[in-house]
């Protein structure tokens, strides 16, 4: 069964810094390219990073640019959203998904083209 689960979520104050952690179980991640989303209440959910474990290629929102860091450690299955100089507009529910990388070339953006996504952890920061 494949799984996605991520954790390391909190309340911080602005300025402060968490790291997120997605732990896969099921399948080599090395064949899918890894994304980090976020969904506020009543927002569609937003990429925020997506990484390729296979060759560590990384995209970042502009949003995020410059505070975040995506890695990924394929002996662990694990990829990680290290989050700094946190603002109270990245408040919200965090979750990876996962996308064969076979599939045509390129990202993904919208999070229903991923095959599969796991439930989320909640970043609260107040400011």
């Known amino acids: 069964e494949v799984q996605l689960q991520a954790s390391g979520g909190g309340w911080v104050q602005a300025g402060g810094s968490l790291r997120l952690s997605c732990a896969a179980s099921?399948?080599?991640?090395?064949?899918?390219?890894i994304g980090w989303f976020r969904q506020a209440p009543g927002k569609e959910p937003e990429v925020v990073s997506l990484i390729v474990p296979g060759d560590s290629t990384t995209y970042y929102a502009d949003s995020v640019k410059g505070r975040f860091t995506i890695s990924s450690d394929n002996a662990k299955k694990t990829v990680y959203l290290q989050m700094v100089s946190l603002k109270p507009e990245d408040t919200a529910s965090y979750f990876c998904?996962?996308?064969?990388?076979?599939?045509?070339?390129?990202?993904?953006?919208?999070?229903?083209?991923?095959?599969?996504w796991g439930p989320g952890t909640q970043v609260t920061v107040s400011s």
């Open positions: 099921g399948f080599i991640v090395e064949d899918y390219k």
């Open positions: 998904a996962a996308v064969d990388r076979r599939k045509d070339g390129g990202w993904y953006f919208n999070i229903y083209e991923y095959d599969f």
